[in-house]
């Protein structure tokens, strides 16, 4: 079992940065597929960053180049770096934490990018 909690999100303007944390509690963190997701009003949730056990990681074509996914196996922590926000960036945005048929998420922190 593993239990997600995430934070780090809130209000900023366009152009401006956020850093998300994920920090995930049991054991066997370092083995698990690590993402951020997120799910705009009126849309279905969408995989914005992965990264894997061997620090493999893969990105939405709508955040390339400006977020970055890592990981602190040390401290069972996942982070998610935000630059140059735009307004199609905000949205709640989830951590997800898989491995084989076992598949978790933590609560959700809101984003909102907005002048």
């Known amino acids: 079992q593993v239990h997600l909690v995430e934070s780090g999100g809130g209000l900023v303007q366009p152009g401006g940065s956020l850093r998300l944390s994920c920090v995930a509690s049991g054991s066997s963190f370092s083995i698990y597929n690590m993402g951020w997701y997120r799910q705009a009003p009126g849309k279905q949730r969408e995989l914005v960053a992965g990264?894997?056990?061997?620090?493999?990681?893969n990105y939405a074509d709508s955040v390339k180049g400006r977020f970055t996914i890592s990981r602190d196996n040390a401290k069972n922590t996942v982070y998610l770096q935000m630059y140059s926000l735009k307004p199609e960036d905000t949205a709640i945005y989830y951590c997800?934490?898989?491995?084989?048929?076992?598949?978790?998420w933590g609560q959700g922190t809101q984003v909102t990018v907005s002048s």
């Open positions: 990264i894997t056990p061997g620090r493999n990681t």
């Open positions: 997800n934490a898989q491995l084989a048929m076992h598949d978790y």
